[in-house]
C-alpha cells in the first residue's frame, strides 16, 4: 500500500470534490496532505475502507503507485483510487477497449468475438465494461482481459454476467474507482466509460445506436487522444447508426484485425504472431483438408455462402456441404443472411 493511498482515499471521498477539482486543489496547495487539510475529510471511513480491501483481497493504487496503470494516468481525469481484482500487468499497456450494445445481433457477437480473440493473439489486452452483449463476448474470447465496473469493483453486474466475471478473474482483472460495495446507479456508468478508454490505446465500436454508451465511450476516446474504431454493419439496423456515424466523423473503419493494427503501426510495431498462428491456436486436427479450407477462408470475418464457394474453388453445392458438416462438428455458426464464422 503506498503511504500516501490513505490521502488521495480521503480526498476521492469529499462530496462535490472530483478528480479533476483535486488535482486543482493539490496542485495550489502543494501537495495531497495539504489539499486534505484544506476540506473536510473523514478518515474514519479510509481506515475502514482499507481494511473492508485486504478482507476481500482488493488492491488499491492512489496515482502515485507505481502500479497504477500507465495508460490511465495520462488522461485528463484519472481517478484518485483504483480498486483492482485480479492483477493489472506491465503488458496491459498494449490494451484495445471493445464496446458496443447490450442488445447485439448475433453478426455483433460473433465481431466482438473474433476481432478480441485474434487482437489476443497479437498480446493485446481486451478492456470492456462486462455488460451484456458486445462486451461480454468481447470478454468471454479474449486471452487476456480487463472488466471496467459500474460499480464497487465487489459488486458484480449485471448479476447474470457472474459467471463471465469469474472466468476474467483467471485472465485478468476487475476495476473500478467506486468504493467496495457500491451498488450501479444511472449516472456511474458514463462516468466509468472514461477508464474503459483510459486504459487503451484506442476503442473498436462494434455495435450501438447514436446515443449509447458505447458512443459515449468513443467520444470520451477521442477527447483523450486514443484511436476509435468502428465496424460497419447492415443498414437497415439501427444497431449500426452508431458506427456509421463514427466512420463520418473520421472513426477508422474496421473491416478486419489488420485495419486495426496497420492504424497503431507506430504503437504496435510487432506482431506477436504471424496470421498464419491465428488459425493454428485453435485445435482444427478433426478437420479434413477441404474444410480446413473453409476456416482459413472466414477466421477473420464472417462471409456469404456465396463469397466463401468463391474464393475456395468449390461448387455451391460442395460449399454447401461442407458448412453443414462443419455445423455438426461446431466448428462454425451459420448467421442471418446465410453469412458464416468460426465459433469463439
Known sequence: MHPRLKYYLALSHVDKIGPVKARQLIEKTGSIEAACSMVETDFSWVE????????????????????????????????????????????????????????????????????????????????????????????????????????GVNQVYPPS????????????????????????????????????????????????????????????????????????????????????SLIKQGAKLVETTDDILEELKMILPERVESRKAIVEIRDYSNLNEKERKIIDCIIREPKHIDKIAEEIGFSASETGGLLAMLEIKKTIKQLPGKFFAVCP
Open 48 to 151: 475502514a475502507e482499507i481494511e473492508r480491501a485486504d478482507e476481500k483481497g482488493i488492491k488499491i493504487y492512489c496515482a502515485e503507485d507505481e502500479d497504477y496503470p500507465e495508460n490511465l494516468k495520462n488522461i485528463y481525469d484519472p481517478p484518485l483510487a483504483l480498486y483492482v481484482k485480479g492483477d493489472i500487468l506491465p503488458q496491459d499497456k498494449k490494451a484495445l477497449a471493445i464496446v458496443g450494445t447490450r442488445a447485439a445481433t448475433s453478426y455483433g457477437h460473433e465481431i466482438a468475438g473474433t476481432l478480441a480473440r485474434e487482437l489476443s493473439s497479437y498480446g493485446i489486452t481486451i478492456v470492456s465494461g462486462l455488460a451484456l452483449g458486445i462486451d461480454a463476448a468481447a470478454h468471454a474470447a479474449a486471452t487476456r482481459t480487463i472488466a471496467v465496473f459500474g460499480a
Open 161 to 244: 454476467n457472474r459467471k463471465l466475471a469469474d472466468q476474467i478473474l483467471t485472465k485478468g482483472a476487475w476495476v473500478s474507482e467506486f468504493p467496495i460495495g457500491m451498488t450501479p446507479e444511472k449516472w456511474t456508468f458514463p462516468q466509468r466509460n472514461r477508464i474503459i478508454s483510459g486504459l487503451s490505446l484506442g476503442v473498436i465500436v462494434v455495435e450501438g445506436e447514436e446515443d449509447s454508451g458505447a458512443l459515449i465511450t468513443a467520444k470520451i476516446a477521442a477527447e483523450q487522444g486514443r484511436e476509435v474504431f468502428a465496424v460497419p454493419g447492415n443498414i437497415q439496423n439501427i444497431k449500426t447508426r452508431g458506427p456509421h
